[in-house]
């Protein structure tokens, strides 16, 4: 008998092509993830020029401690001092206490705002900052900025505040509030501005009104019916005045002539008299 050959198996079937999602299919992305993506990696380039660490007790009005920042100057613990700004001049005529009460005010101010706290810090160029010796076993110096944790900017709040004075030692563009306290800043600058118009389009609105109503007044009402009825009782009243009403003069003509009774002799003597 014949033998017959073995068969080959099938080939596998090819595997099912995946659906082409929209982005594969070259569809644009949602405008609001495009800009969230975007917002997302301005943030982290932000925050990757910022270190952030726990502030300590603060020193006097302009510097504060941080401690465990080996990674950033090569020693645990830091002076942060806040740049741009300098302390308070004494005022004039103010004598040693009211000026020292002054600076520990300032003080105060900057230890409710930092200490014990996570801040956000970014130290000024190098060129600016304090000269330091190599063999100084002391803390560093570092001048620069600060931020609180939520993104407000500490060296320009205390000056707006007025516990400090602005001095300028260098330039940074970060130097404002960052963060959500910038998003919130720019929100209330716009409802100001919106404020702003909304009072400005109502003034307008009042001044033309006003424009309206002297116009009206300029004008003039025309005399209806009882204007006219009034008129014309007066016009009577006036006639009347002028011929007596209808009636005679009221004067009496005397006669010269006439001989006076005795009464009327005696009453002309007593006027004499």
Avoid at 19 to 37: I, Q, W
Wanted: proline share 6%; net charge negative.
């Amino acid at each position: 008998p014949a033998v017959l050959a073995p068969q080959e198996p099938p080939p596998p079937p090819p595997p099912a092509a995946a659906e082409a999602t929209p982005s594969e299919e070259g569809a644009p992305a949602a405008p609001e993830a495009a800009a969230a993506e975007e917002a997302k990696d301005e943030t982290k380039e932000l925050l990757d020029q910022l270190t952030i660490a726990m502030a300590s007790e603060v020193i006097d009005a302009r510097t504060f401690e941080i401690r465990d920042s080996a990674a950033k100057t090569g020693k645990k613990i830091i002076h942060f001092k806040l740049g741009n700004t300098r302390d308070l001049e004494r005022g004039a005529g103010a004598s040693d206490e009211e000026h020292e009460e002054k600076a520990e005010a300032s003080k105060e101010a900057l230890s409710k705002l930092v200490a014990k706290q996570m801040v956000w810090w970014k130290a000024a160029p190098d060129e600016h900052q304090p000269a330091t010796d190599a063999d100084d076993k002391g803390p560093a110096v570092v001048l620069g900025d600060v931020w609180l944790i939520d993104g407000r900017h500490v060296n320009s709040l205390l000056v707006k505040e007025g516990h400090l004075a602005q001095e300028e030692h260098y330039h940074s563009e970060l130097a404002k509030d960052i963060l959500s306290a910038a998003a919130d800043k720019e929100k209330k600058d716009s409802y100001k501005k919106l404020e702003e118009a909304l009072k400005e389009s109502e003034r307008e609105k009042r001044k033309i009104a006003e424009q309206k109503l002297e116009e009206e007044k300029l004008k003039g009402e025309p005399i209806g019916f009882a204007g006219w009825l009034g008129l014309g009782v007066l016009l009577v009243i006036v006639l009347g005045a002028l011929t007596n009403f209808g009636r005679g003069s009221g004067k009496k003509k005397v006669n010269l002539n006439r001989k006076r009774s005795a009464w009327e002799s005696f009453w002309a003597k007593v006027k004499g008299a």
